[in-house]
């Protein structure tokens, strides 16, 4: 089911999300609506939050593949790039943000096994914004030069 993406103002993508506790089918539901919700949008990412959910739970969409990623934490993170991001839930605009360049994240899957992985790039990019935002971080936060995205 295809859910609706909550926009900035909204205090539900201000606050510190819970981890999740429980691996269950509300869990399963939630990520499989998360990840329709995010092909329809043609994003690259989503957290939990962004539907209205304040858990620890991301959705990832990169050329690496599809990753659903429940209550991550940085192992390390290193080197630094700077790029043009977009979010789902501020629409329109876009800018420039100093991310690191490889990260390493554990995680867990929808069924609570633990794994872990190494990013770079542009996966790596998506894996701080989505992880900022279960946190109440937004990119504009960060960003240096917020723009419309049609400019
Ligand atoms: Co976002």
Partial sequence: MIREIV????????????????????????????????????????????????????????????????????????????GT???????GKCGKVRRPNKVKIIYYDRKGDRYSVVAHGWFARAICHELDHLDGILYIDKAENLRNEDD
Avoid at 26 to 46: F, H, I, P, R, V
Avoid at 56 to 71: K, L, M, Q, S, W
């Fill in 7 to 82: 926009q900035v103002g909204d205090e539900v993508l201000r606050q510190k999300c819970e981890p999740v506790t429980r691996f269950d089918q509300e869990l399963a539901s939630l990520l499989d609506d998360m990840k329709e919700t995010l092909k329809k949008a043609q994003g690259a990412g989503l957290a939990a939050p962004q539907v209205g959910v304040p858990l620890r739970a991301v959705i990832v969409d990169v050329p690496e593949g599809f990753f659903e990623f429940i209550n991550p934490v940085f192992v390390w993170q290193k080197g630094e790039q700077t």
């Fill in 85 to 91: 991001e977009g979010c789902l839930s501020v629409t």
